[in-house]
């Protein structure tokens, strides 16, 4: 696979080449977050967005399935969120006051997610990760947490580590390599490996329920159910990351669409439809650090109430039609995964997919990605290129191959992507035998 970064590209993307171009003088990277330089053949800047399409400063326009990350579950432009923040906007800014919103917030979380007896308000999901762990280490007394390989829990440095297969130590440059020296890595899946290491002296184990952030895999048979069991009998919390999985699996996340629930969730993305919040979420003897005061939660935009008003109106339209959107965006991610697996094998094109719930996940590799340690074999280079491709034929997922479905994509969305993927990978097939 190579990329065809041509004289069209340089024409059609013009506007977009211009702006990296300048944008490198002085934005550190020509971004504010690295991964989206990473895009093929340029990283393209947006101009507007409008239900699940984005339209950037050439006018070219996209379905999108990067909806900002993820948290654009209703899609860019979901009438209910921009009333309620134009609302809230009209009685201006009130960063930092104590309002309403913030005590209503976190009784619509309790209704939805099995776990949410009390809510403590972050911004990012970094920050929520962080709360978090501090809590479990105040409630146990305990510092030693496990966490599994391929799992991401946000950048700071005392657990941003073993983020790939193959790699367990820090994930990036510049990181303290000693602030994670109480992390214990083992294999996402292998409830074994837990029940053999998990003893009096750990605090929590954190995972992602499911493995979006490895690329859309689902957790084996009884691994939760025994992760449970595990945490309880230590005395240890069970803390599930649902920065990405809640409000996305289910209206209760992957703990109800699972059955499993842990004391504590991290909630964020699809939480505030497109701004920034986040929360930690908890039962009440895990939350009493936090409700009784001792433990110190700061936060200049804790419950922004711009943020706070956009993820009620969220919540609420995704608690009174939760029957027909989880089920039409699974249903979405599931025909589009089995027409790009289809048309590569037909063409044989060596690009895969993956599908958990409402997400999806391309991958550039020969062999099958069956399990999280198959990623090892992923040609990210050829993923990357297989995206662009995607891109020029008017789809725009990350650049790493994750896609997101919303409420906003409509069927002709998904007969459109089709016809794009059939292109995308006939390209491919093309370039290869030429």
């Known amino acids: 696979m190579r990329d065809s970064l041509d004289a069209a590209d340089r024409q059609r993307f013009a506007g977009s080449y211009a ?26 800047v947006m101009e507007r967005g409008d239900g699940a399409h984005v339209v950037d400063v050439d006018g070219n326009r996209f379905i999108d399935y990067a909806l900002g990350y993820g948290p654009l579950i209703l899609g860019h432009t979901p009438p209910s969120v921009i009333a309620a923040i134009q609302n809230e906007l009209s009685r201006g800014l009130r960063t930092a006051s104590v309002h309403r919103g913030e005590a209503e917030l976190a009784e619509l979380i309790a209704a939805c997610v099995p776990s949410a007896e009390q809510t403590s308000f972050v911004s990012t999901g970094t920050e929520a990760i962080q709360l978090a762990l501090r809590v479990a280490r105040a409630a146990t007394g305990r510092v030693k947490i496990v966490k599994f390989r391929a799992n991401y829990h946000g950048w700071a440095d005392g657990i941003h580590v073993g983020n790939a297969i193959g790699q367990d130590g820090a994930s990036a440059l510049g990181q303290d390599p000693q602030a994670a020296q109480s992390v214990t ?52 919390l069970l803390i599930f990351d649902e920065v990405i999985t809640g409000f996305r699996l289910a209206l209760g996340g992957a703990q109800e669409r699972y059955g499993v629930t842990p004391d504590l969730s991290v909630l964020g993305k699809a939480l505030g439809a497109g701004l920034p919040i986040s929360a930690v979420s908890g039962s009440r003897a895990a939350m009493e650090v936090l409700s009784s005061g001792r433990l110190m939660h700061r936060g200049t935009f804790n419950g922004n109430p711009l943020s706070v008003a956009a ?18 965006m699974d249903a979405f991610a599931g025909r589009l995964c089995r027409f790009l697996s289809d048309r590569a094998t037909l063409r044989g094109v060596p690009v895969r997919a993956r599908q958990a719930g409402a997400a999806l996940q391309i991958f550039a590799a020969e062999a099958a990605i069956e399990t999280l340690r198959d990623t090892a074999q992923v040609d990210k280079e050829n993923t990357l290129l297989f995206t662009g491709a995607l891109l020029r034929e008017g789809v725009q997922t990350l650049p790493r191959g994750l896609c997101y479905l919303s409420a906003a994509h409509s069927l002709a969305d998904i007969e459109a992507t089709e016809a794009a993927i059939a292109a995308a990978v006939d390209a491919v097939a093309h370039a290869k035998a030429a």
């Open 19 to 44: 702006h990296r171009k300048s944008a490198l003088s002085h934005l550190a990277f020509g971004v504010s977050s690295t991964p989206r330089a990473t895009q093929r053949p340029v990283a393209i």
């Open 185 to 236: 890595l083992l294999d996402w899946g292998d409830a074994e490996q837990v029940e053999a290491v998990l003893d009096s002296s750990f605090a929590a184990v954190i995972v992602e329920p499911v493995a979006i952030n490895g690329g859309c895999f689902e957790p084996p048979a009884g691994f939760l159910e025994r992760l449970r069991t595990a945490t309880q009998r230590c005395g240890a």
């Open 311 to 328: 993820a009620i109106a969220c919540l609420e339209e995704l608690r009174d039609g939760h029957n027909e959107i989880y089920a039409r």
